[in-house]
Nanobody
Framework: QEQLAESGGGLVQPGGSLRLSCTWS????????IGWFRQAPGKQREGVSC???????HYRDSVKGRFTISQDKARNTVYLQMNDLRPEDTGIYFC?????????????????????WGQGTQVTVSS
């Protein structure tokens, strides 16, 4: 059974940091794209960052320089280090896995390119 699970969310003050983890199991393909998406109340889900099995990585403009995506293949885990958090970063953060072509420019921020999703973890940035 293919599964993904996020962890590491929480409440943090503006300027603070959090590290999210996404661990997967049950997938047989060695090629993939893993995306981090977030959804704020009343807003559409948006892609934040993504990484491929070959360590190609991308960021949404609004998080460049603040967020860092990485992976530990031995642990089947992708991390999202989030620094200098802002109130507008608040939302539920989801990780999702899709086939390698999901990393392509025209696809990487499209949620429908990713077929498997975790349950999400809440990130709240507030003073």
């Amino acid at each position: 059974q293919e599964q993904l699970a996020e962890s590491g969310g929480g409440l943090v003050q503006p300027g603070g940091s959090l590290r999210l983890s996404c661990t997967w199991s049950g997938f047989t393909s060695s090629t993939y794209a893993i995306g981090w998406f977030r959804q704020a109340p009343g807003k559409q889900r948006e892609g934040v960052s993504c990484i491929s099995n070959s360590d190609e990585l991308h960021y949404r403009d609004s998080v460049k320089g603040r967020f860092t995506i990485s992976q530990d293949k031995a642990r089947n885990t992708v991390y999202l280090q989030m620094n200098d958090l802002r109130p507008e970063d608040t939302g539920i953060y989801f990780c999702a896995r899709g086939p390698l072509p999901s990393i392509l420019p025209s696809r990487r921020w499209n949620r429908w390119e990713y077929s498997s999703w975790g349950q999400g973890t809440q990130v709240t940035v507030s003073s």
